[in-house]
């Protein structure tokens, strides 16, 4: 069997699997999205922080999945840049959510969803994406998001809108002025990034019913907005992958109970799915 190496980049990080000889070793750089990193950035990400790890291991066959490949311009732009570090290597180059679609799905029809720091969805009908809801980025959609969620926490702080002791808790964790998120959200780069950091003060309070609200209603946008557009919604299994999907799994559980739909798989990442695809 050739030696493969398949990636599953989102915008905050890249999951890197290398498949040589039976074994399988695992290696994560920083995310590799042509949207916010440009070719000579991920030039930089591969041989510092991917190629040391491969051990001089030649490798044959590349599959990478990664968010915005869609766009050609995108494409190219990531194209060229692994040309350019893994030269008279096979590449073959598809979007994140092909990639979720075949992890979850394998060759099986089904809706597969992405909630990670971006969102995505599309019924699969065991070869390709067939329809798929428009994704509209960071700022004007990906409902369900890391990104969106941490919107809601810091609207709910800087609003005044948490309770006395969600703001004692919001600010011992994270020590922060109103000044300087809006610099990081408007003038930094990466501010989706910055948005989903602040997911984790969803996960870390669980209970509390601001908390809990916070969570089923940017979830059930992303129902809402997205799931209800497609009719097969109501004939096939809903999969999910990503640390948001996999970390409020009880909701995603409560949500398609409540409107009786089929939940599928959820995983928290892609990589074991799409190994299993490429090994047959």
């Given at each position: ?8 980049s ?15 070793k ?9 949207y ?11 041989e ?14 590349l599959?990478f ?12 732009v990531v194209r060229?840049?692994?040309?350019q570090?893994f030269?008279?290597?096979?590449i ?5 959510l ?5 992890a979850?799905c ?7 969803c992405i ?9 699969y ?19 369900g998001s ?6 809601k ?14 703001m ?19 003038k ?17 309070n669980?209970?509390?019913?601001m908390?809990e ?13 997205h799931?209800?557009?497609y ?7 809903i ?11 009880d909701?995603?559980q ?9 939940l ?17």
């Amino acid at each position: 069997m050739a030696v493969q190496l398949i990636a599953d980049s989102g915008s905050t990080k890249c999951e890197w699997c290398l498949l040589s000889n039976g074994k399988k070793k695992i290696i994560n750089t920083q995310g590799i999205s042509p949207y916010f990193v440009k070719r000579e950035d991920i030039v930089a990400i591969l041989e510092n922080e991917l190629i040391p790890e491969l051990k001089n291991v030649e490798v044959e066959e590349l599959y990478f999945y990664g968010t915005g490949l869609t766009n050609p311009a995108n494409e190219k732009v990531v194209r060229l840049a692994l040309k350019q570090v893994f030269s008279g290597v096979e590449i073959m180059l598809e979007d994140d959510l092909l990639g979720a679609a075949r992890a979850l799905c394998g060759r099986e029809k089904g809706i597969a969803c992405i909630l990670g720091t971006g969102a995505n969805s599309c019924y699969y009908n065991g070869k390709k994406i067939v329809k798929n809801s428009p994704g509209l980025g960071y700022i004007l959609g990906d409902e369900g998001s890391g990104s969106y969620l941490g919107k809601k926490v810091i609207q709910y702080y800087l609003y005044n809108t948490f309770d006395e002791d969600l703001m004692y808790r919001f600010n011992k964790q994270f020590d922060v002025t109103k000044d300087e998120i809006l610099n990081s959200v408007y003038k930094k780069p990466l501010a989706n990034r910055y948005l989903a950091s602040y997911a984790f003060f969803l996960a870390e309070n669980r209970g509390h019913y601001m908390i809990e609200n916070i969570i089923e209603d940017g979830l059930n946008d992303f129902f809402f907005n997205h799931l209800y557009k497609y009719e097969e919604t109501w004939k096939m299994p809903i999969n999910f992958t990503g640390s948001i999907a996999f970390g409020f799994k009880d909701v995603l559980q409560e949500l398609c109970h409540t409107y009786e739909l089929e939940l599928g798989t959820i995983m928290q990442s892609p990589m074991d799915g799409l190994i299993e695809y490429h090994k047959e």
